[in-house]
């Protein structure tokens, strides 16, 4: 099996609490974790909305929330940038669907 790792964000993945996390960012599962795969575009929107909804609860959460979000990260993450680089993602989404701008 190839693995590649795609480690570079310093979030140290055999600590990370998140199961998921790991299994994404070592590649685990996954024969070449480069290679292109299919994404229905009623999916791709999904995902979009799902980043914006949580970029813009992150934006606003209390003090409790980013609290539990820094422990969680272990003050790898910081929901300020968080939510941005999530909202980030739903737009570059959006442009991609977008008909106006020529895009399939």
């Known amino acids: 099996m190839h693995t ?13 609490p998140s199961r998921i996390a790991r299994i994404m960012l070592t590649g685990q599962g996954a024969e070449d974790p480069d290679q292109l795969v ?6 791709l929107l999904e995902w979009g909305w799902l980043t914006a909804e ?5 934006d606003h959460a209390d ?7 820094g422990r969680f990260f272990s003050g790898l993450r910081d929901s300020d940038k968080t939510a941005l680089f999530l909202a980030m993602i ?6 991609l ?5 020529g895009q399939p």
């Open 4 to 16: 590649t790792n795609l480690n570079t964000t310093n979030l140290n993945t055999a600590n990370s």
């Open 38 to 43: 299919g994404i229905t575009a009623g999916e």
């Open 54 to 58: 949580l970029a813009d609860w992150l």
């Open 63 to 69: 003090q409790t929330t980013r609290a539990d979000f």
């Open 90 to 95: 739903s737009q570059r989404i959006g442009n």
């Open 97 to 101: 669907l977008d008909g106006d701008r």
